[in-house]
């Protein structure tokens, strides 16, 4: 009899505890006025939330609002269990559309015009409300879906020393500030990204994103491309559980987060993946045909072996387990839009 009891007394327990967890999860909300010189048309609106607010925040992960796919990845109980784990502050960033005409009524995607000083000012105003000093000068990790993404890039390069990972997700805009046009420098390519693109986008296509990649990827940056064969201008959510995965990778070989020191992943372990691709009928905004995958490999990075000429590189991963995710990521089908689990 004691045995039989002891099972619903547990998973009792186990209920209790996780209702306690999640009840500690709080939500903040600030607001940050432009500047006269800054190219943003109105208040900037945040939303915080802080998953174990009796710990100390490592870190914040800025989630760019860009539509209910990448929306509802900030709430999605997946990222809110991921944050728990690793003690991180999930940040959404609104809509903060600049005021001038070839903004397009879209967000000035170069953060010196008035979004990073803005996002750094809200940051110091949630450390204030919250009483987490420490976010005023938390590490960083960005997430952003189409034009966002040179916006994450950009953010990168200006302030690489807090950044602690990226995820660029079909990375595009207009010009001048598309992703061909980010420059980063030494220190800030040695931050690791994740760039997703899908093989069905006519906006911002494959063949911009990945030749940001390469550019970088050449020069030893510690970065991983996925393409999502099929999937149009859309879909981040598909990879979420890749994205969690990539990052957990990236973070522990990082430990520890609260550290200020210099970091730098070491690339000389983990697993390089490799792809076949062929040009599909679709093109993008720029009138550049996208590319979908036909083959893909992964090689471990201590017994590496030549390819052939029409192998192309998607990057470094931090174990085999992420690695093989990649692999059977790359090589399915995908359709727009998954439910979110």
């Not at 020191?261 to 045909?289: I, N, V």
């Not at 030549?306 to 089908?333: M, R, S, T, Y």
């Amino acid at each position: 009899m004691g045995k039989t009891l002891r099972i619903p007394l547990l998973s009792a327990l186990i209920l209790l505890l996780s209702a306690v967890s999640i009840a500690q999860t709080v939500r903040f909300e600030t607001s940050v006025a432009p500047l006269p010189d800054e190219d943003i048309a109105s208040d900037c609106h945040y939303e915080l939330t802080i998953p174990i607010p009796t710990r100390q925040v490592t870190a914040v992960w800025v989630i760019f609002d860009r539509g209910h796919d990448v929306h509802d990845l900030y709430s999605d109980k997946a990222v809110l269990a991921f944050a728990r784990r690793f003690q991180i502050a999930l940040l959404l960033h609104g809509h903060c559309p600049g005021k001038r005409a070839e903004d397009h009524k879209d967000m000035n995607m170069d953060p010196s015009k008035g979004l990073g000083r803005a996002l750094s000012a809200a940051l110091t105003q949630f450390a204030s409300t919250t009483r987490h000093r420490e976010l005023a000068s938390a590490r960083l990790i960005f997430l952003g879906f189409s034009g966002a993404g040179p916006l994450c890039a950009r953010l990168v390069g200006s302030v690489h020393n807090r950044v602690l990972a990226a995820v660029l997700s079909s990375p595009g805009h207009y010009e001048p500030l598309g992703i061909d046009t980010v420059e980063q420098n030494t220190d800030s390519l040695m931050v690791p990204e994740l760039i997703i693109a899908g093989s069905a986008d006519n906006v911002s296509g494959t063949a911009r994103p990945y030749s940001y990649f390469r550019k970088y990827r050449d020069r030893g940056a510690p970065w991983a491309f996925i393409v999502q064969n099929g999937s149009p201008h859309c879909c981040t959510g598909n990879a979420k559980n890749l994205i969690l995965h990539w990052l957990e990778g990236v973070l522990k070989g990082q430990q520890p987060l609260e550290s200020d020191a210099p970091r730098k992943l070491d690339q000389s372990a983990g697993w390089l993946a490799f792809f076949k691709t062929h040009q599909t009928e679709t093109r993008d905004s720029f009138g550049l045909k996208t590319f979908e995958v036909t083959g893909a490999t992964i090689q471990n990075v201590q017994f590496k072996k030549d390819l052939p000429q029409d192998w192309d590189p998607a990057g470094w991963l931090p174990n085999h387990a992420i690695a093989k995710e990649w692999l059977a990521f790359v090589e399915q089908k995908h359709h727009p839009i998954l439910p979110l689990q």
